[in-house]
């Protein structure tokens, strides 16, 4: 019944369904994945990074965590030149409210204003709904720390934790049971681990797997972005017990 109704975005079918739409969300579904949490005190965002091949050289940026503007951030899941299109379309659309009105742009308003452009890929004819999903990491004087999440239809919402990519639904029922309102940034990304540690197809967490952001107030006042280095994700993986201290060589 869906190959007549599944050719165009723009077509509905008898059940009310835009079969493209959802295909696009399949494809995130074979990404890998990513979790936000949000705490009390910060955003904690982890994404895991699919290695291919040995061979491949590690790139020296990060492949699943971008820097859209000093006080938001985003963590990728999908096909990752999609992603690269729309980051840069909300980069200048951050900048350009900071030049208009010399103050941060709220994150919701960001969001939405990014969400806006991708409904419109699943409108018009002639064009495919980009295949990615975001979790938007952010901090506004409006609402506090926020983290919402976006899929290829142009929704979004704001969550308090939230999972997208391979084994998304299983992520995101684990953080349902282990999620705390109070939740302090240090235990959100021992939440987060363990979650991953359960859900990916990996069998053991190495930093060269992970990629860990934090957006958080520092002792300054001011809103920080921070990735969390190889070396110092290998000791948070120890020290939350996800994984084994490697052997010292004598």
């Known amino acids: 019944m869906s190959r007549r109704y599944d050719s165009r975005t723009t077509i509905f079918s008898p059940e009310g369904r835009l079969y493209q739409v959802e295909y696009a ?10 979790i936000g949490i949000l705490a009390k005190d910060g955003v904690v965002l982890v ?17 699943k965590m971008y820097k859209i503007d000093d006080h938001v951030a985003c963590a ?14 909300a ?3 951050a900048q350009r409210y900071t030049f208009n009105y010399q103050e941060p742009i709220p994150v919701e308003q960001l969001v939405q204003s990014l969400c806006d452009t991708k409904q419109g890929y699943t409108q018009f004819g002639g064009l495919r709904p980009f295949g ?14 926020q983290l919402y999440m976006s899929d290829p239809s142009g929704n979004y919402g704001g969550w308090k934790a939230a999972a ?28 987060a681990l363990k979650v991953l540690s359960k859900t990916m197809d990996s069998t053991s967490l190495t930093s060269d797997k992970l990629e ?39």
Not at 25 to 34: D, F, L, R, T, V
Not at 76 to 89: E, K, P, Q, R, Y
Not at 220 to 226: D, E, L, M, N, R
Not at 227 to 240: G, H, M, N
């Open 25 to 34: 969300m399949e494809a995130i579904g074979n990404a890998g994945s990513a």
């Open 47 to 63: 994404g895991e990074k699919k290695v291919t091949s040995k061979l491949l050289q590690t790139s020296t940026s990060t492949e």
């Open 76 to 89: 990728v899941a999908g096909i990752m030149s999609d992603a690269n299109i729309l980051i840069n379309t």
């Open 91 to 93: 980069r200048l659309q």
């Open 132 to 145: 990615v999903s975001f979790l938007f990491a952010g901090l506004d004087k409006n609402y506090g720390f």
């Open 164 to 191: 997208i990519g391979a084994n998304n639904q299983a992520a995101q029922s684990m953080l349902k049971q282990d999620y705390k309102d109070d939740i302090s940034r240090e235990d959100a990304v021992n939440l």
């Open 212 to 250: 860990l952001a934090e957006v958080f107030l520092s002792p300054s006042g001011s809103v920080k972005y921070q990735v969390c280095s190889p070396d110092s994700l290998s000791k948070l993986l120890v020290k939350s017990g996800v994984t084994q201290p490697a052997a010292e060589t004598s």
